[in-house]
C-alpha cells in the first residue's frame, strides 16, 4: 500500500498533474465561484432595475387636487324643549275631579286637560245672577222716579232737594247693577276656569294633577312642550363664534345611527366664563320621536365651502398618532412625507401642510411601505376596476 502512494506521489511531482478525480473536483469549485460571482449578480441587476434593488410593492401614482369641501363647526350639545308651557290652577279651594292627560300624551290647543268641580261655582253663578237681576229691578223703579221728578221740575211740585235725591237714586241703583254684572261674569269666568284646557298643541312633558286633590290659584299641574318642537342648544367656542349666523344649516347625529337636519335660530348673547364657550341655538321643527330632552348629542355647523388640496384616503398613513404619505421620487424609491390633515369629505382627506399640489404620492398600500422602499409604478386602473395587485 505504501509503494503505491509513494509510487502515485512520484508520478505527481514529475508531471505536474493531480490524480484525475481531485482535478475535477477542484474544477467544479471553480466553476461555482465564477458562476455566482458573474452570471447571479447580473441576473438580480437585470431583474432590480437601476436601483440595484427588487421593487417592494406595484403601486399607482395620484396627485394631490384641488376641491370644493364644506367648512363645519364641530360642537357638542343639549337638547331641549323650544317652549314649554306651564298650565296650572287658576281657582283655589276646588277639588280636581278628573285628569284626562298623562306625560307623553299629545294634545292640541283647548284640549281638556283636567276639571275641578264646578258645584260650588255654579250655585255662587246661580246666586250672583238673581242679585244681577235684583239690582236690574232696583234700577228700573230709581229710572221712573227720576224721569218723573224731571218732567215736574219746571213746575215747582217738587223741591230742588227731592229731584235731587231722585236723580242720584237712578245712577245708585245703575252703579249697583254694573258691579253685580261684573261679579256675574267673575263667577261665570271662574266656573270657565274649572275646566284646565291645553294653551297649544304640544307634548305633555310633566304632570303633577291628582285627582282628588285641592288646587291653590298659580299651582302647576302640567308642563306642555308647545307644538312638539325641539331645539339642539349646541356649545361653540368663543373663537369659533363670529362664523355662526342665523338660518345656517345643521346636521345633528342620532343615537340610532342616522342623522336630523336643523337650522340656526339664534346665537347666544353671553359666552359662558368657565367653559368659553356660547350657546347656539338650533331649531328642529321634525325632530324623530326617538329624540328627547335632556339627550346630549353631537353635531356640525354648516358654514359654507372653500378650495382645498386633498387626497384619497388610501394615501394617508396613520403611525403612531402622526399622518404620512409616500411620496414617489426619482430611481423608483418613495419618501415618508409627515402631514397634517384637516377636513374629510367622503373618501377625500385635506392635506393642509406638508405636501404641493403636483407632488406624486403613493395612492394605495402605504401600510406595506417604508422610507426608502423601490417600487414599480404602473398606471391607474379605469373607473370602477381595482387596483393592480
Known amino acids: 500500500m505504501k509503494s503505491v502512494l509513494s509510487h502515485r506521489s512520484l508520478r505527481f511531482a514529475l508531471t505536474g498533474r493531480r490524480p484525475a478525480p481531485f482535478a475535477a473536483i477542484l474544477a467544479t469549485v471553480v466553476g461555482a465561484l465564477w458562476f455566482g460571482s458573474t452570471v447571479l449578480p447580473g441576473q438580480a441587476a437585470e431583474r432590480s432595475g437601476k436601483g440595484g434593488q427588487r421593487p417592494a410593492l406595484t403601486v399607482e401614482a395620484v396627485q394631490p387636487e384641488l376641491r370644493e369641501l364644506p367648512l363645519r363647526i364641530a360642537t357638542n350639545g343639549n337638547l331641549a324643549a323650544w317652549q314649554e ?108 276656569h274649572t275646566r284646565v284646557e291645553a294653551p297649544d298643541d304640544g307634548i305633555v312633558s310633566a304632570r303633577t294633577a291628582t285627582v282628588g286633590a285641592v288646587a291653590v290659584p298659580g299651582q302647576e299641574l302640567f308642563r306642555l312642550i308647545r307644538q312638539g318642537r325641539l331645539e339642539w342648544r349646541a356649545e361653540v367656542p368663543a373663537a369659533q363664534l363670529h362664523r355662526v349666523r342665523a338660518g345656517q344649516s345643521v346636521r345633528i347625529a342620532t343615537p340610532a ?36 330632552p335632556g339627550m346630549f348629542l353631537r353635531g356640525e355647523i354648516d358654514l359654507g365651502a372653500s378650495r382645498a388640496l386633498t387626497l384619497p384616503q388610501s394615501a394617508v398613513l396613520l403611525r403612531e398618532g402622526f399622518t404620512y404619505v409616500y411620496r414617489l421620487v426619482e430611481g423608483g424609491r418613495v419618501e415618508q412625507v409627515k402631514v397634517e390633515t384637516g377636513r374629510r369629505e367622503g373618501d377625500r382627506v385635506e392635506v393642509v401642510r406638508g405636501l404641493q399640489e403636483g407632488m406624486p404620492v403613493v395612492r394605495s398600500g402605504v401600510a406595506f411601505l417604508a422610507d426608502g422602499d423601490a417600487v414599480r409604478v404602473v398606471e391607474s386602473a379605469p373607473a370602477g376596476k381595482g387596483s393592480p395587485r
Do not use: C, H, I, W
Open 85 to 192: 308651557a306651564v298650565v296650572g290652577a287658576e281657582v283655589g279651594g276646588l277639588r280636581l275631579t278628573e285628569v284626562r292627560v298623562d306625560v307623553g300624551d299629545r294634545v292640541r290647543r283647548g284640549a281638556l286637560l283636567a276639571a275641578f268641580s264646578a258645584d260650588t261655582v255654579q250655585a255662587d253663578l246661580a246666586l250672583q245672577r238673581a242679585a244681577l237681576a235684583e239690582a236690574e229691578a232696583a234700577l228700573a223703579e230709581a229710572r221712573a222716579n227720576a224721569e218723573r221728578a224731571r218732567q215736574v221740575q219746571p213746575s215747582g211740585a217738587l223741591s230742588a232737594q227731592q229731584v235731587g235725591q231722585l236723580l242720584t237714586a237712578e245712577a245708585t241703583a245703575k252703579a249697583r247693577v254694573d258691579a253685580a254684572r261684573a261679579q256675574l261674569q267673575s263667577q261665570e269666568l271662574r266656573l270657565r
Open 257 to 292: 345611527g342616522d342623522s336630523v337636519e336643523g337650522r340656526v335660530r339664534m346665537v347666544g348673547p353671553t359666552v359662558d366664563t368657565g367653559s368659553r364657550t356660547a350657546l347656539v341655538y338650533v331649531d328642529l321643527r321634525s325632530a324623530p320621536t326617538q329624540l328627547r
